[in-house]
């Protein structure tokens, strides 16, 4: 018998669960229609890759949000509808024109931001109605509300990957803080008792690469197979 793959070592209630306790703040929009406020402070959270930027509101209290690009301490942001198409302003969709770069857009109306967090990222406004067509980063088109807000602009920290990592050990240690498993071996790599791609005179699958969706969790390895086409 086996080991355990690492897809079956990944399972819920392991130790790859998201490192919710390395986040410093929860970054997301406030539930209130229209409000300014003033960036105080741009902070660093560890278990995300962009910026977060610190904002006092016009009433006082203090939130953090997703930093836009260009955006520094000093700055005014504001929410709401009828305001200027700035880096960093949070508008519905429904005022945002068509072509405008976004980031962190609601995926529904409220919910503080969903898509479009990662560094450097930006969603196009692709067409608007009655429905608001965005195309996302992967290139894929999606639908949503025009009453979900979105950050006109692109996250912040996109230059992340320019700078060299240099060492394999400060490469494990910035994927642990995400909670991410770093290195990763090619099922090829391995030997046959560790997985079933593992083995042979040279690296090479020896069988098909695609599993059924109903395989048991030791076999499926590789892709799954293709889904039929509903008539």
């Known amino acids: ?8 070592r990944k399972g819920k209630g392991t130790v ?3 490192p919710s306790h390395r986040y410093k703040c929860e970054a997301r929009y406030r539930n209130i229609r229209k409000i300014s406020g003033q960036v105080i402070d741009i902070v660093h959270d560890p278990g995300r890759t962009a910026p977060l930027i610190k904002v006092r509101y016009e009433d006082g209290k203090v939130d953090y949000c997703v930093a836009a ?3 520094n301490v000093g700055k005014e942001i504001a929410m709401g509808a009828t305001i200027t198409l700035q880096p ?10 068509e072509g405008t770069p976004i980031f962190n857009i609601e995926g529904t109306p409220g919910d503080g931001g969903k898509f479009v967090r990662a560094a450097g990222t930006t ?6 109605g009655t429905r608001t067509v965005v195309q996302l980063p992967s290139g894929q088109f999606k639908t949503l509300s025009p009453q979900n807000r ?3 602009g692109v996250a912040g920290g996109g230059g992340r990957r320019e700078k060299p990592i240099a060492k394999a050990g400060k490469h494990k240690h910035i994927l642990r803080s995400k909670a991410q498993k ?3 071996v090619s099922g090829v790599a391995m030997s046959p008792y560790n997985h079933p791609h593992g083995g042979g005179a040279h690296q090479h699958v020896g069988g098909p690469n695609t599993q059924s969706r109903n395989a048991p969790p030791g076999k499926k390895v590789g ?6 086409k509903k008539k």
């Not at 960093?88 to 024109?97: A, D, K, Q, V, Y």
Request: no cysteine; glycine share 8%; proline share 10%.
């Open 1 to 8: 018998m086996g080991k355990r793959l690492r897809a079956q």
């Open 16 to 18: 790859f669960r998201a």
């Open 69 to 71: 690009e260009g955006v």
């Open 88 to 97: 960093g302003n949070i508008l519905p969709l429904s005022e945002i024109p």
């Open 123 to 128: 969603a196009l406004v692709v067409s608007q």
């Open 150 to 152: 979105a950050t006109i």
């Open 182 to 184: 770093w290195p990763v």
């Open 223 to 228: 892709r799954f197979s293709p889904q039929k």
